[in-house]
C-alpha cells in the first residue's frame, strides 16, 4: 500500500492506541473482523455532534451541490433532497441524544439516517485525533497511497431501510461513538432467506472492519452516532489519481489554450495525416514532457509527502490564522505534527499536518531543524540569530524567521503561552 519516497523523518506517535487493530491484519481486506477498544468512544460524541451539525447547517436552507462537506439525510431509505429542519439546529442545543429523541417524535417512527462526508477538516482536533487513532494501524499496514475517506454519522436506520451495498474499492471501517451499529457480511450478492457469512456488533471503543467485495447490510442499534472510514485498496483508483496528476501537469503548459479543436469533416485531402491534429499532438507532446522532465514524478512526490503528514486523512485543515512570531516568543515543535522533507532539485520540500512548501538550501537549516527537533522550547531570537561573522553581527536571520513563522502556521511548531487549537 505504501511506496516511496520515504521523509528523512517518519512521524512517530506516543499516544496509546484506542482500538486494538490487530484482530484486523490477518484478514485484512479478506473478511469482515470487530476490532476491541478501551471502552470508551474514541471521538467525544458531543463534539463530533457538534461538528455534524455545524456542517448541516448550510443546507438547511436547501440542498446544496458540490459542497464540502457533503450532507446527506435518509428517511426509510430514500434521501431527502430539501430536509430543512431534520437536520440538527440550535433546538438540538448540540446534544445528539436531544436531537434523536425530536427525530423519532418528527417521524412517526419512521427510520433516519443522517450522513456527513468529509467533515473533519472543519474541526481541527477531531482531524487530528482521528489520525492519531488510525497511525497504529497504518504503522502496520502502511500508508494509503491515496486518500481515506471519513464520515460522521448519526440516525436509527436499520438494515431493512439501509439495503444492501458494495463498494468494491475501499476497505470499511465504522467506529460507533454513540450507541452501537451491526454489520451483515456475505461474499457474494445472498439469495433472499440465506444467512450471512459473517455478523458483527460493535459498541463504543470497537471497530467494525470488512472489505469491500464483500455484500453487506448495516444498521444502527437504537440511536447511533459514528464514524465512517474508507480505505482505498484498488488499483484502479491509483490509476486515476496518476493520471489526474498528468493532467495537472500538462494543464499547467497548454491551460491559457482554452479552445477546442473544430476539425474539418470529412478532413479536406490537403489536411490528411498528422496536420489535422496538431491541436491533440500538442497535448500528447506535452505529457510525454511532464513525464520526460520529472514533472510528474514531482507531484506524485510532493502529493507523497502531504499524505505522510496528514496520515492519509483528507481533505485538511486550514493553517492557523496568522499570527506573527516575535523574537521573545518561545516555541518548540508539536509532536502531533513532526516536520517532514525531501530533496527536491536545488533545495528541499516541506510537509507539516498535510500541507506542503518549497523550501531553498540554506546553510543553517540543518541546525535549525536538529535544534527543533531537540524536543526543548527556544526563543525565535536564539534560533534565528545572525552568525558572529555576518556582516551586521546584530539581529536575526529574515530566512529563519520566514520558516519559523510557516511552520507555526501549519502546526507544525506551538507556541509558549497559546491555546490549544479550538
Not at 499532438?281 to 520526460?292: E, G, L, S, Y
Amino acid at each position: 500500500m505504501s511506496a516511496s519516497p520515504r521523509p528523512d523523518d517518519p512521524p512517530s506517535q506516543d499516544d496509546t492506541p484506542d482500538v486494538d487493530w490487530s484482530p484486523l491484519w490477518p484478514h485484512w481486506d479478506r473478511r469482515a473482523a470487530l476490532a476491541p477498544g478501551a471502552g470508551a468512544p474514541p471521538l467525544p460524541p458531543q463534539r463530533a455532534f457538534a461538528l455534524i451539525a455545524r456542517a448541516a447547517e448550510p443546507f438547511r436552507a436547501g440542498t446544496r451541490f458540490m459542497a464540502l462537506p457533503d450532507v446527506r439525510f435518509y428517511r426509510d431509505g430514500a434521501q431527502l433532497r430539501a430536509p430543512g429542519d431534520l437536520l440538527p439546529g440550535a433546538e438540538d442545543r448540540d446534544d445528539p441524544q436531544r436531537y434523536l429523541q425530536r427525530l423519532r417524535e418528527r417521524l412517526d417512527g419512521a427510520r433516519f439516517q443522517l450522513r456527513v462526508a468529509h467533515p473533519l477538516f472543519l474541526d481541527y482536533p477531531l482531524w487530528a485525533r482521528t489520525r492519531a487513532l488510525l497511525a497504529p494501524l497504518f504503522a502496520r499496514l502502511g500508508l494509503p497511497a491515496l486518500p481515506v475517506e471519513a464520515s460522521l454519522w448519526i440516525g436509527d436506520a436499520d438494515a431493512a431501510t439501509l439495503g444492501l451495498r458494495l463498494a468494491p474499492r475501499h476497505v470499511l471501517i465504522q467506529l460507533p461513538l454513540l450507541g452501537a451499529c451491526a454489520l451483515r457480511s456475505w461474499r457474494t450478492r445472498p439469495a433472499p432467506g440465506r444467512a450471512p457469512a459473517q455478523s458483527l456488533r460493535a459498541r463504543p471503543g470497537e471497530a467494525l472492519c470488512w472489505p469491500g467485495r464483500h455484500w453487506h447490510e448495516l444498521g444502527d442499534e437504537g440511536g447511533c452516532l459514528g464514524l465512517a472510514l474508507r480505505v482505498p485498496v484498488r488499483g484502479g483508483d491509483a490509476m486515476i489519481a496518476a493520471k489526474d496528476a498528468l493532467a495537472d501537469s500538462v494543464d499547467a503548459e497548454l491551460g491559457a489554450d482554452e479552445r477546442v479543436a473544430m476539425l474539418d469533416f470529412p478532413p479536406p485531402r490537403a489536411q490528411r495525416g498528422a496536420t489535422a491534429l496538431a491541436p491533440l499532438a500538442r497535448v500528447a507532446a506535452a505529457m510525454r514532457t511532464a513525464v520526460a522532465a520529472g514533472e510528474l514524478e514531482r507531484s506524485v512526490r510532493a502529493g507523497w509527502l502531504e499524505r505522510v503528514s496528514a496520515g492519509a486523512l483528507e481533505p485538511v485543515p486550514v493553517p492557523r490564522a496568522p499570527s506573527r512570531l516575535r523574537a521573545g516568543d518561545e516555541v518548540e515543535c508539536d509532536p502531533r505534527n513532526p516536520l517532514l522533507r525531501l530533496r527536491e532539485d536545488a533545495g528541499w520540500r516541506w510537509a507539516v499536518a498535510g500541507h506542503s512548501f518549497a523550501m531553498p538550501d540554506h546553510p543553517r537549516l540543518d541546525r535549525l531543524l536538529a535544534q527543533l527537533r531537540s524536543g526543548e522550547a527556544a526563543r525565535v531570537s536564539a534560533l534565528c540569530a545572525r552568525e558572529s561573522g555576518h556582516e551586521s553581527g546584530r539581529g536575526v536571520d529574515p530566512d529563519l524567521v520566514a520558516v519559523l513563522q510557516r511552520l507555526y502556521e501549519l502546526r507544525g511548531l506551538r507556541r509558549r503561552g497559546d491555546e490549544e487549537d479550538a
